[in-house]
């Protein structure tokens, strides 16, 4: 392991410190969880074409002309 040292806000120690109470394990392995935690959070969940993909099969259904006339779906009919 690799030592740090840092410095925390006094709201984020407290956060820290609830944890430590609420889930009974040492404060190291909290600080250590944390970071962990926002990291796999913010992992990319595929690529930009399975996400659309993902959506197509949402069913989510529009006018059958959007294709062709999605000027005017956009910014009004010029009629």
Known sequence: MIQKT???TDELNQQIQR???QGNKPE???IRELPE???EA???R???GEGLL???KLGITG???LSTRHDDYLYGDEE
């Open 42 to 44: 913010r992992k990319p």
């Open 6 to 8: 840092i410095t925390l």
């Open 19 to 21: 944890r430590v109470k």
């Open 37 to 39: 935690s926002g990291i």
């Open 46 to 48: 595929g690529t930009v």
């Open 54 to 56: 993902r959506l197509a």
């Open 28 to 30: 190291d392995e909290v």
């Open 63 to 65: 006018p059958k002309d």
